[in-house]
């Protein structure tokens, strides 16, 4: 189903990463990680949280700023702006 967090396997069943599938675009796949783990409300948070700290680090955090630059933060097809305080 569209959405669904898939595995993605070489040709010998061997793991490349997982992801999130939709067959309705030219990439069916947006892979979210290279390693054996979940797919799922955790992992995005944890990209998020690491984004941030980031933002902060370089002192981009403001009243609005780009807090997450798809897959730059490892969250392929997705920007996320944050306004306000």
Same mark, same amino acid.
């Given at each position: 189903? /569209?959405g669904? =967090?898939?595995?993605?396997?070489?040709?010998?069943? @061997?793991l490349?990463?997982r992801?999130? *599938?939709? /067959?309705?675009?030219?990439?069916?796949?947006?892979? &979210?990680?290279?390693?054996? +783990?979940?797919?799922?409300?955790d &992992?995005?948070?944890? @990209?998020?949280? +690491?984004?941030?700290q980031?933002?902060? #680090? %370089?002192? &981009? #955090? #403001?009243? =609005? *700023? @780009? &807090?997450? !630059?798809? +897959?730059?933060? %490892?969250? /392929?097809?997705? !920007? !996320?702006?944050?306004?306000? @305080?």
């Open positions: 189903m /569209p669904d =967090a898939v595995a993605v396997l070489d040709s010998t069943g @061997r490349l990463g992801g999130l *599938y939709n /067959p309705r675009t030219g990439i069916a796949c947006r892979l &979210l990680t290279r390693r054996d +783990e979940l797919v799922d409300a &992992l995005i948070h944890r @990209r998020l949280a +690491e984004a941030l980031l933002r902060q #680090a %370089g002192r &981009l #955090a #403001a009243d =609005a *700023y @780009r &807090l997450c !630059w798809s +897959e730059a933060d %490892g969250l /392929p097809a997705s !920007w !996320w702006t944050a306004t306000g @305080r």
